[in-house]
């Protein structure tokens, strides 16, 4: 999807986009599915069985994984290597 908005961006809008901007908004796209199932599951549904699908799901290809914080479904930070900016 994010090819498609990029592309169209370019041709339509006649936009230019630099690397930079690029990988931040590959970065924010990658990590918002992760992070958006999180909240799902801990402030939306709350239950249990609905956390631990999130964790099952995502904690194998999130990168150092077993660096990850027992809660880190919880944290609002980027989840696969980088830090969100403020």
Do not use: F
């Amino acid at each position: 999807h994010l090819i498609w908005v990029l592309r169209c961006e370019r041709v339509i809008q006649e936009r230019t986009h630099s690397i930079g901007k690029i990988h931040h908004r590959w970065l924010s796209t990658i990590n918002a599915r992760p992070t958006d199932d999180g909240i799902t599951a801990t402030k939306i549904k709350r239950d249990k069985r609905t956390i631990q699908k999130v964790k099952d799901t995502w904690e194998y290809v999130l990168r150092n994984q077993m660096d990850l914080p027992d809660d880190w479904i919880t944290s609002r930070e980027v989840l696969v290597g980088r830090t969100r900016r403020a």
